[in-house]
């Protein structure tokens, strides 16, 4: 019987810590989308080379001084870029928060030697992950194709 319930005991903090890394609700409600060049109307997450690609936050009941990290890794497990957003709510309202990478094409010599605008190391899946004041927030993948 000790051990049926150990077993069950370890499935749930399994589940439980599996959860607490992302979306703790530390700081309340969130909702996170992404999204291509200025375009805020149709979340994706498939983009190409040329577009400039966004994640988007919409805090919920925030008040207080916050900084919003934000690291783009591409497909090798690379850093690629890192934003930092500071903003201070006087009172609780709403907030929408936002970080954008865009990937640099390759000078005129590259793209003659190699016959490619950009990299290759660009294209695949990527991962993008917030942080709000040290605490990560959330954490995303994307494709580039």
């Known amino acids: 019987m000790r051990t049926i319930f150990a077993s069950v005991l370890l499935c749930i903090g399994i589940i439980v810590s599996a959860y607490a890394g992302e979306g703790t609700k530390k700081f309340g409600d969130y909702d996170v989308f ?9 979340p994706t997450t498939v983009f190409s080379p040329p577009d400039k690609i966004f994640i988007d936050i919409t ?13 783009w890794y591409n497909p090798l497990g690379k850093p690629q870029e890192t934003t930092s ?8 309202s709403s907030y929408t928060a936002w ?3 865009a990937l640099k094409e390759k000078g005129r010599l590259g ?3 190699s016959a490619t605008e950009y ?3 660009f294209y695949g899946k990527w991962r993008v992950e917030a942080y709000l004041n040290d605490e990560r927030i959330v954490a995303r993948y994307f494709e580039v194709w």
């Open 34 to 42: 992404m999204y291509k060049n200025e375009e805020f109307d149709n």
């Open 59 to 71: 805090f919920f009941e925030l008040k207080g001084d916050y900084i919003l990290d934000t690291y």
């Open 85 to 92: 957003h500071r903003f201070t709510l006087h009172e609780k």
């Open 99 to 101: 970080s954008w990478l």
């Open 111 to 113: 793209r003659v030697l």
């Open 119 to 121: 990299d290759i190391e």
